[in-house]
């Protein structure tokens, strides 16, 4: 059996197997390049891309952001341009100065009785001003 050769670490990656590596389709990475400036390959005779160790590293990134940490593409735009998603990939447990934008699941983790409590107190209020 042909044992596959596995890359270096500091080597180039094409498109093809950066895609591969992510389990994203190609076109995903091209539609990040658009949307987060700090992502630019190298781009060679034929608009062949070539990622660098670092766009290959914030590629990933990008793609935890999104697709584990349950961000908007606006979020991660925030969290990039902030510098927040390099400190939070370092280190996760020190609280930073400047906290990152919450993910797009946020919302879920509130707690709906005390909404219900506080709700209901206002009716509450509202009616004692009323009479």
Do not use: C
């Not at 044992?3 to 094409?14: I, M, N, V």
């Not at 908007?72 to 447990?93: C, M, N, P, Y």
């Amino acid at each position: 059996m042909a044992e596959t050769l596995r890359k270096s670490d500091l080597a180039f990656r094409t498109i093809g197997e950066l895609a591969a590596d992510l389990g994203v389709p190609q076109h995903i990475l091209r539609y990040w390049e658009t949307r987060f400036p700090q992502l630019k390959p190298l781009q060679r005779a034929g608009n062949r891309r070539y990622y660098r160790p670092d766009d290959v590293a914030l590629a990933r990134r990008i793609h935890k952001l999104l697709n584990q940490d349950g961000y908007t593409i606006r979020g991660v735009q925030q969290l990039l341009k902030s510098g927040g998603a390099a400190a939070a990939e370092t280190d996760e447990a020190a609280p930073s100065a400047n906290p990152s934008p919450p993910p797009a699941d946020h919302a879920k983790s509130f707690p709906a009785a005390a909404l219900r409590t506080l709700r209901q107190a206002l009716a509450d209020a509202l009616e004692e001003t009323a009479l």
